[in-house]
């Protein structure tokens, strides 16, 4: 009897992210504590159908922004919406609260996109798309 090892490949799903040069040069992702942030933010969000997510996508501004990403308005490229609060930085909370709070979108290709929305403008913030990478075992 023969013990022969053939490495079996398999393929991991990941996700190939970047960061937007805007989010960076305004200040919202230029250091590693405020991207780790984000990232955990992220992890936490819910994601859900877009029809359950309509009153805050149709809503100016981020209304233009989803509707630029998802082809003029035709909502089929757009399968998942999330949402999730962001607390302010204490460097920001000068007597004043303002809502900040993420925007996830997914494309039926899989491309998600992070933006931050202030309320008053929005801020694409990072793009990922998936990915596979075969490991040897």
């Known amino acids: 009897m023969t013990n022969s090892c053939v490495p079996t490949q398999h393929i991991l799903p990941a996700r190939q992210v970047r960061w937007t040069r805007l989010g960076a040069g305004m200040g919202y992702t230029n250091t590693e504590p405020k991207r780790e ?80 929305d202030l309320g008053y403008e929005v801020i694409d913030l990072r793009h990922d798309h998936p990915v596979s990478q075969e490991v040897a075992r």
């Open 37 to 116: 942030k984000i990232r955990a933010a992220i992890e936490q969000m819910d994601w859900r159908d877009p029809d359950q997510l309509r009153d805050v996508l149709d809503a100016a501004p981020l209304r233009l922004i989803v509707n630029s990403l998802f082809d003029s308005g035709r909502s089929w490229p757009l399968v998942a919406a999330a949402v999730i609060a962001l607390p302010d930085p204490p460097e920001q909370s000068h007597g004043f609260t303002r809502s900040r709070r993420l925007i996830g979108l997914e494309s039926v290709d899989g491309e998600r996109y992070v933006l931050l």
